[in-house]
């Protein structure tokens, strides 16, 4: 059985820094390689959307014209673990933050509050 556990969200102000972890277990190494890993958020009142996926072996990421050149996706494959930095942060950006393993896995979401 796969799990999605994500952790590293909170309060942060207008420009700054987080980083969000997502640890997936029940899938061995290889397999985690393979897999298309996603992060996406969901503010108040809007519908879910994705922000970040790194679609693993093949080695490309795609990004949200909203977070691009201030969002970056990684793995590590040897922890079985995804990240997504976010760096100069926005209001906007303020969301509960999601990670995805493949395609019906998904963790319980950490809130991201950017605020002054």
């Known amino acids: 059985q796969v799990q999605v556990v994500e952790s590293g969200g909170g309060l942060v102000q207008p420009g700054g820094s987080l980083r969000l972890s997502c640890v997936v277990s029940g899938l061995t190494f290889r397999t985690f390689n393979g897999y298309v890993m996603s992060w996406y958020r969901q503010a108040p009142g809007k519908e879910r959307e994705r922000v970040a996926q790194?679609?693993?072996?093949?080695?490309?990421?795609i990004y949200a014209a909203s977070v691009k050149g201030r969002f970056t996706i990684s793995r590590d494959i040897a922890s079985n673990a995804v990240y997504l930095q976010m760096n100069s942060l926005k209001a906007e950006d303020t969301a509960v933050y999601y990670c995805?393993?493949?395609?019906?896995?998904w963790g319980q979401g950490t809130q991201v509050t950017v605020s002054s």
């Open positions: 995805k393993a493949g395609v019906n896995d």
């Open positions: 790194s679609t693993g072996a093949r080695g490309s990421n």
